[in-house]
């Protein structure tokens, strides 16, 4: 079992950064790739970032690439998305979200479990 909790969330102006947190409890932590998605309103659930156990490997859908980061610290049971550059496209609910596999895939049914959601708006 594995329970999430993101931070982190605001209101921003474009071009402005954040930094999520995602807090996860349960021994078995770095067991789990990690993934953040996001869901504005009206439009489906969608893969935003993801990382292995180790961290050693990571993914980005072309929308973020080159502006979020995501990185993890398995000692402190953390996920943290570095947003740069942020457009007022990005605007949503961001959730992290546990997949009991090494790597992350973009598939949101394929998690196990999934934190509350943390908003984010950017205005222009």
């Known amino acids: 079992q594995v329970q999430l909790v993101e931070s982190g969330g605001g209101l921003v102006q474009a071009g402005a950064s954040l930094r999520l947190s995602c807090a996860a409890s349960g021994r078995t932590f770095s067991s789990y790739a990690m993934g953040w998605f996001r869901q504005a309103p009206g439009k489906e659930r969608e893969f935003v970032a993801g990382?292995?156990?180790?961290?050693?490997?990571?993914y980005y859908a072309d929308s973020v690439k080159g502006r979020f980061t995501i990185s993890r610290d398995n000692a402190k049971n953390m996920v943290y998305l570095q947003m740069n550059s942020l457009k007022p496209e990005d605007t949503a609910v961001y959730y992290c979200?546990?997949?009991?596999?090494?790597?992350?895939?973009?598939?949101?049914?394929?998690?196990?479990?999934w934190g509350q959601g943390t908003q984010v708006t950017v205005s222009s």
């Open positions: 979200a546990a997949d009991y596999k090494y790597y992350p895939v973009k598939s949101a049914h394929e998690y196990d479990y």
């Open positions: 990382i292995s156990w180790s961290g050693g490997s990571t």
